[in-house]
């Protein structure tokens, strides 16, 4: 059956199938063209009763395999770990990716014989050395003979913005972004105080440099952040997901939001199916959120359907996270769940 003739097939443009085949055609992941052209589903793998202290390296290796990640792919490979240190403090560790998420996953890809480093663009914080010890990122990188890339101030390269969702013709990248073979987004499962929910998708916002953008990115805050998140993750050609979701933040998140244990890690070679399936767990419907309805249809899949569960069921799983009492939020909750102010 052609693509044209098949029922209730997706609207896949040529920029959408150049854009999903980036992982297939670099031969890092299985299948995610074939998926996005309405053949199969976006595997999504989640697993429950994780802990930052044993067991996570396991984890995040059957994850990433469970989504069609292939090892034998990655050997010399540059694989850029992007966690979220967005403002780190000490007495919030749950606002940031945990150091033992980061360390167990570069030790995943190392062992597959990839060169591993981790880089990130702190949204609010000019002072990186600072986020790096407050959040204690620092130290275990150094542990573990971990290079760190400062993603702000590095030296960038301009790149056509292959999204069109925003205004802006164009982004700016970090060279670590742009040499990398694959992008591996790291957020902290949480809220977000103006556009819901924080996880694969909006973690790239620290992919783009203050130097250019200014903190907290303010350029991409002017041109629409539902726009401007769609464009990033259009514009990057190689981006897969892992979800701390172990220590979580709901309420006034992204920063001054309460603690949640979860004891979950996500992982996704698709960050819109990913994203979907971690909204679902939290309470909120993706189809609400406004970057993952641009994101549909020519990103990746948020229904269902299209969505194939690996590891645990996440209807098991849901949890509703307490959103702001406010009416942008809580048109996002799929049902019930508890509001604060």
């Not at 067991?55 to 490979?77: F, N, Q, W, Y």
């Not at 809220?191 to 620290?206: A, D, R």
């Amino acid at each position: 059956m052609s693509q044209q003739a098949k029922p209730n097939a997706p609207c896949v443009s040529r920029r959408t199938a150049m854009k999903v085949g980036g992982l297939a055609a670099a031969g890092l992941v299985a299948g995610p063209a074939l998926r996005m052209l309405g053949v199969g589903a976006e595997p999504v793998f989640v697993a429950s009763g994780q802990r930052y202290d044993r067991g996570l390296e396991t984890t995040i290796r059957d994850g990433l395999m469970a989504v069609g990640v292939r090892p034998d792919s990655l050997a010399g490979k540059r694989v850029l770990l992007k966690p979220n240190l967005v403002e780190p403090s000490r007495l919030i560790p749950h606002m940031t990716t945990h150091p033992a998420m980061i360390v167990a996953t570069a030790e995943v890809f190392r062992g597959w014989g990839a060169k591993v480093t981790v880089g990130e663009g702190p949204g609010h914080v000019r002072d990186t050395e600072t986020a790096l010890i407050e959040s204690g990122v620092g130290e275990a990188l150094a542990d573990a003979g971990l290079v760190f890339r400062d993603l702000n101030y590095e030296r960038v390269g301009w790149r056509r913005n292959r999204g069109r969702f925003s205004k802006l013709p164009g982004l700016y990248l970090p060279e670590s972004v742009l040499e990398a073979d694959l992008v591996v987004s790291m957020p902290k499962m949480k809220t977000h105080h103006w556009v819901g929910m924080t996880c694969s998708m909006k973690n790239l916002y620290g992919v783009i440099p203050g130097i250019k953008y200014g903190w907290p990115k303010n350029v991409l805050h002017h041109n629409g952040i539902p726009q401007t998140v769609a464009d990033i993750n259009a514009t990057l050609p190689r981006v897969i997901g892992v979800v701390d979701g172990v220590d979580c933040m709901e309420g006034d998140g992204p920063i001054l939001g309460s603690r949640k244990h979860m004891g979950l890690v996500a992982v996704g070679a698709n960050p819109a199916a990913l994203d979907a399936t971690v909204a679902r767990i939290m309470g909120l419907a993706p189809e609400r959120i406004n970057y993952l309805a641009l994101a549909r249809r020519r990103l990746g899949p948020l229904s269902e359907a299209r969505i194939e569960q690996r590891g645990e069921d996440w209807r098991g799983l849901v949890d509703p996270f307490k959103v702001l009492d406010k009416p942008h939020l809580q048109k996002l909750r799929a049902e019930g769940g508890e509001l604060v102010s």
